[in-house]
């Protein structure tokens, strides 16, 4: 099975050969049932500038995902990630503003 990409591209991948089919096919039964020539070339060319945003939007998305999947196995490095003196967190601290009983 080597060459198989990931379902994720599977999918976005057969959704633009779906629309890009649906381009050809919906003008050719709308001809087929009748309507104009000008009226199917206007519907196929709608629909290949709908299905090319779509792709454009697809692609991006994917990209967007795939950031996002690297930044998150990606090593956090900053401020709050730091230890060592002055770190400390919770415990009992005296001294200071404790009320006196």
Do not use: I, K
């Amino acid at each position: 099975m080597s060459g198989h990409r990931p379902p994720s591209d599977e999918s976005a991948t057969d959704v633009v050969r779906w629309a890009a089919f649906s381009c050809v096919l919906v003008p050719v039964v709308l001809v087929w049932y009748g309507s104009s020539l000008a009226g199917a070339a206007g519907t196929a060319l709608g629909l290949a500038a709908v299905t090319a945003v779509c792709r454009v939007l697809l692609r991006q998305s994917e990209r967007g995902a795939a950031r996002l999947l690297a930044e998150e196995h990606a090593p956090h490095r900053g401020r709050r990630h730091r230890t060592g003196s002055g770190s400390r967190r919770g415990g009992r601290h005296t001294g200071g503003n404790s009320p006196v009983a």
